[in-house]
């Protein structure tokens, strides 16, 4: 898909995903997603074609450009606050507008573009959004860069100084970040002002458990406004402090100059806070311009040129003495290995298809059993692995002219990585361990309390409900046994695989079969309870006989669409399946497959999607393509 941004995949990858489930929450979230898109407000002379909570999609009569205005203007009335993604770069379309929005700790993704399907219509869709790492915004601000991933924020605002530094204190501190004192090289508690002078303003730093530090950067403009940015830095420069009032040293007899490696360090300890911060942050800004005139380049590259075509396979050898836990392939550079955050990225200058086999080809024979793929695609492939009660997670995605690969998981975490500055609070984690929990319902199902965060994802015969609570896999899956019993469910006997950080649980319910999973790390417990509602499943008469998969088909579209997989061709007539199951079905042998669809006046499409024996799946044909879902 030449052209296209991180922040446009990400934004349509999020907006199929969660299309017909309720707001998933994740242990990276600040918050529970309570928003509702399909109570937001629409542009006049709007044309519902989908609406729920975390999904809503409406057709205006409007062009692209005025219908993204128009948009953007309703949105801002309502208080949401538009910004920008400060690393990445698109190009110019006048029948595409992708925009993003936050509002207090909720995110909104906005997609607007041609439907040529709906009658050249266009297409308006709201997709509640997760911030993973939430920063606050001032109220009044514009020209905002927010990238929550990193995270990363900066704004210019028309308030004071002070005040914004007391904005700044509160929010955070809100949110789990602690003022931090270099001074006295620790953290301070949420009344503290640990802020320092600089040129033109202030700075100060805040620190979170299994978080790189925060800087928070006030500096006054010549135009009378004020410029915030907070953003992740390493952790030396909380130790970067310039001694002034010791008296200077008496002058030595001259030296040989050190070596160039040495160079470095001599220098640094000349440096205060802000020479510090400018040298890395110099570096730093160097490798996102970098970045960007790679990924303009290659926008303005022709298709045949382009980098992350797909090409030929290559077959990559692995990576002699790799700092990370995983192996790596040969062609790995700048890699960026944290065993304390569990987290590893690198770049590479093979393709994101060779990249990806490396590493199906290499988990699968070091043991490591591979879960479908999220996304699969020439330029962006997610791959999940799980072992024992360790889990991993690529992304591996087309960066400008290179490969750019980020891993997270459990596989990745490594004790004796932690710094040592952290050693202590570690040791003490278990004394902060909620021992006695008690149960709050979502989606008829119970959820320990306290919890820092919760949510649930539901779809036609399948519910799942997630929670992080401070407290030991031992406590969390007592509490289970203990409120599952009160609603008739029985643990199958033998089924529980227990580990110190890890459960894995099956139980019957009156609905169907269900099982828990319990992972404890850093001191929570992430808890996933999944329920299969047989029973309403076979009364609908869409379960499938022992060893098939059933498919139902729907379509949101106002024309006929033709799906074919293998050799059986399925019509599908407009609108048919889309407000509820009256679609055709399929049975089909578990295993991949590949299918073509075909929609008047509309090019061919060829994907494909992998499913196991007894799993209902809904097809869902709408103006981006076709929508796999899990239903059972």
């Known amino acids: 898909m030449r052209g296209i941004t991180l922040g446009l995949m990400l934004a349509v990858a999020t907006s199929a995903l969660v299309a017909v489930t309720e707001p998933l929450t994740t242990p990276a979230m600040a918050a529970d997603i309570t928003l509702d898109t399909s109570k937001l407000a629409r542009l006049p002379g709007a044309k519902e074609t989908y609406a729920s909570p975390a999904t809503t999609i409406f057709t205006s009569p409007d062009s692209v450009p005025a219908a993204a205005d128009a948009a953007a203007k309703l949105l801002a009335a309502d208080g949401w606050q538009r910004y920008e993604d400060p690393f990445s770069a698109s190009a110019a379309n006048p029948n595409l507008s992708i925009m993003t929005f936050k509002k207090e700790r909720q995110g909104l993704s906005v997609f607007v573009t041609l439907a040529p399907a709906q009658g050249n219509a266009t297409s308006v869709s709201y997709t509640a959004n997760a911030i993973v790492d939430d920063l606050p915004f001032s109220k009044d601000a514009s020209e905002i860069k927010y990238a929550p991933e990193r995270p990363h924020l900066a704004l210019v605002t028309q308030a004071p100084l002070e005040e914004q530094l007391s904005f700044f204190r509160r929010e955070l501190t809100a949110r789990g970040w602690m003022p931090y004192s270099r001074r006295e090289n620790r953290k301070m508690t949420a009344d503290d002002d640990t802020s320092e002078p600089n040129e033109r303003g202030k700075f100060a730093f805040f620190v979170r458990d299994n978080h790189r530090p925060l800087m928070l950067r006030l500096q006054n403009r010549e135009d009378g406004r004020l410029d915030v940015v907070i953003e992740a830095v390493p952790q030396k420069l909380l130790t970067l402090l310039v001694e002034k009032e010791e008296p200077a040293a008496p002058p030595a007899a001259a030296a040989a100059p050190p070596a160039e490696s040495d160079a470095r360090n001599e220098a640094a300890k000349g440096m205060d806070a802000n020479d510090a911060f400018n040298a890395i942050a110099g570096e730093i800004l160097n490798e996102v311009r970098k970045a960007t005139k790679d990924a303009m380049a290659d926008l303005n590259r022709p298709a045949s040129q382009a980098s992350g075509s797909p090409g030929a396979t290559e077959t990559l050898a692995e990576l002699a003495d790799g700092n990370a836990p995983i192996p790596l392939p040969a062609t790995a550079e700048e890699i960026d290995f944290d065993g304390g955050r569990g987290s ?289």
Do not use: C
């Open 344 to 632: 590893l990225e690198f770049e590479s200058a093979s393709s994101v298809k060779s990249v990806a086999a490396f590493y199906r080809d290499v988990m699968k024979r070091g043991g490591w059993k591979a879960d479908r793929p999220v996304i699969d695609k020439d330029n962006m492939v997610v791959l999940r692995f799980s072992k024992a009660a360790q889990d991993l997670s690529l992304t591996i995605m087309t960066f400008g002219k290179k490969t750019r690969v980020t891993a997270s998981g459990s596989a990745l975490a490594t004790a004796e990585a932690e710094p040592a500055e952290n050693a202590s609070e570690e040791s003490h984690a278990e004394a902060k361990l909620v021992t006695e929990l008690t149960a709050e319902e979502r989606s008829g199902l119970p959820v320990p309390a306290p919890h820092s965060v919760s949510g649930s994802e539901k779809s036609l015969f399948r519910l799942s409900v997630n929670a992080t609570v401070p407290a030991s896999t031992e406590t969390v899956l007592a509490f289970y046994r203990r409120e599952l019993a009160k609603i008739e469910w029985k643990e199958q006997a033998g089924s529980a695989v227990l580990s110190a950080d890890r459960a894995d649980v099956a139980f019957t319910s009156p609905q169907g079969p269900a099982r828990l999973t319990l992972t404890y790390k850093n001191g929570e417990t992430t808890s996933v309870l999944s329920l299969r509602k047989t029973e309403e499943a076979r009364k609908s008469g869409l379960l499938p006989p022992d060893g098939k998969i059933k498919l139902l088909f729907g379509n949101m579209l106002e024309q006929d669409a033709v799906l074919t997989i293998g050799k059986t061709t399925v019509k599908i007539g407009a609108g048919l399946g889309s407000k509820k199951p009256d679609g055709p079905t399929l049975e089909i042998a578990p295993g991949k497959h590949t299918y073509s669809l075909k929609v008047s006046g509309q090019p061919a499409q060829t994907d494909a999607f992998e499913v196991t024996a007894g799993d209902i799946w809904g097809l869902m044909i709408g103006p981006g393509g076709v929508l796999p879902l899990q239903m059972y």
